[in-house]
């Protein structure tokens, strides 16, 4: 019988307790089931290259926050030393150990941007930060993050991507909607419909005011910056979606 694993993790500390736990593959100690990550990477690296040209550049200047240690942390690394980028991963030690090392990359580890005080890094042409905004907005200083890594970007040409951010409200309307009613019943016929529920206070939950609000701060900062969608084919677009903030 297959073990039972629980997605449900709080955030950084829980990632550094599942990277210890060998029951788990790469995948699942990152918080996805190998079902909706197996065979994608290169899907998922097709649609940040789209928005974040420079972060498959050879020879390019790369940030990962939060790299994780899944097969799509395993392809951005190996990617990267094949095409010769100068890339920095960083997470906790726990989560750095599981994932291989390459001729021009470094680790750093710790929570960002607290690792900072460690040394200077940068600037980068692109930073990104994929499927990590989550846990920062339920335990951290979300435009503290946002805002650390706006600062390493390089001035002339760098950019940041927020990939994979989880919306409730884009969840809402999604389950709402006839394709989403079809959608559930096709792939869940055995479950009542989802509780969808308007006007009610969702702690630690990235909403459409959190989203907006960082695009409204970034370009108050004199940032340009754009929410835009996950291509049809990820297999969580139909509630997630990316933040793309980049000097103008
Ligand atoms: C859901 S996993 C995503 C991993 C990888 N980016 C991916 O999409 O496959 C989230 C990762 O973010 C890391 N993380 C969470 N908060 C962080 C922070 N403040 N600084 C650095 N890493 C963080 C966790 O340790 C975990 O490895």
Same mark, same amino acid.
């Given at each position: 019988?297959?073990?039972?694993?629980?997605?449900?993790?709080? *955030? =950084?500390?829980s990632?550094?307790?599942?990277?210890?736990?060998?029951?788990?593959?790469?995948?699942?100690k990152?918080g996805? !089931?190998?079902?909706?990550?197996?065979?994608?990477?290169?899907?998922?690296?097709?649609?940040?290259?789209?928005?974040?040209?420079?972060?498959?550049?050879p020879?390019?200047?790369?940030?990962?926050?939060?790299?994780?240690?899944?097969?799509?942390?395993?392809?951005?690394?190996?990617?990267?030393?094949?095409?010769?980028?100068?890339?920095?991963?960083?997470?906790?030690?726990?989560?750095?150990a599981?994932?291989?090392d390459? !001729?021009?990359?470094t680790?750093?580890?710790?929570?960002?941007?607290?690792?900072?005080?460690?040394?200077?890094?940068? !600037?980068?042409?692109?930073?990104?930060?994929?499927?990590?905004?989550? =846990?920062?907005?339920?335990?951290a200083?979300?435009?503290?993050?946002?805002?650390?890594?706006?600062?390493?970007? #390089?001035?002339?040409? *760098?950019?940041?991507?927020?990939? #994979?951010?989880?919306?409730?409200?884009?969840?809402?309307?999604?389950?709402?909607?006839?394709?989403?009613?079809?959608?559930?019943?096709?792939?869940?016929?055995?479950r009542?419909? !989802?509780?969808?529920?308007?006007?009610?206070?969702?702690?630690?939950?990235?909403?459409?005011?959190?989203?907006?609000?960082?695009?409204?701060?970034?370009?108050?900062?004199?940032?340009?910056?754009?929410?835009?969608?996950?291509?049809?084919?990820?297999?969580?677009?139909?509630?997630?979606e990316?933040?793309?903030?980049?000097?103008?």
């Amino acid at each position: 019988m297959s073990k039972i694993v629980d997605y449900d993790v709080a *955030g =950084y500390e829980s990632f550094r307790q599942r990277a210890r736990n060998t029951e788990l593959s790469g995948n699942q100690k990152s918080g996805f !089931p190998d079902d909706l990550r197996n065979g994608q990477s290169e899907i998922i690296l097709a649609d940040i290259d789209s928005k974040l040209p420079a972060f498959g550049r050879p020879g390019a200047r790369v940030l990962d926050i939060g790299i994780g240690c899944s097969d799509l942390s395993r392809a951005i690394i190996a990617r990267a030393s094949e095409r010769q980028q100068n890339l920095v991963v960083i997470d906790s030690p726990e989560v750095l150990a599981e994932i291989q090392d390459g !001729p021009s990359i470094t680790k750093i580890a710790g929570p960002f941007p607290d690792c900072l005080a460690r040394g200077p890094i940068g !600037p980068f042409d692109a930073v990104l930060s994929y499927s990590v905004l989550q =846990y920062v907005f339920s335990e951290a200083n979300l435009n503290n993050f946002i805002e650390s890594a706006l600062l390493l970007l #390089d001035e002339t040409s *760098g950019a940041l991507l927020l990939g #994979d951010i989880p919306n409730s409200s884009m969840r809402k309307r999604f389950f709402e909607s006839n394709a989403g009613r079809l959608h559930h019943a096709e792939h869940y016929p055995d479950r009542p419909p !989802p509780n969808v529920r308007f006007n009610a206070l969702e702690p630690r939950q990235i909403d459409d005011t959190v989203v907006l609000a960082i695009l409204a701060r970034a370009r108050a900062a004199g940032f340009q910056a754009f929410v835009l969608p996950q291509g049809a084919q990820l297999p969580m677009a139909n509630r997630r979606e990316d933040i793309l903030i980049k000097r103008p």
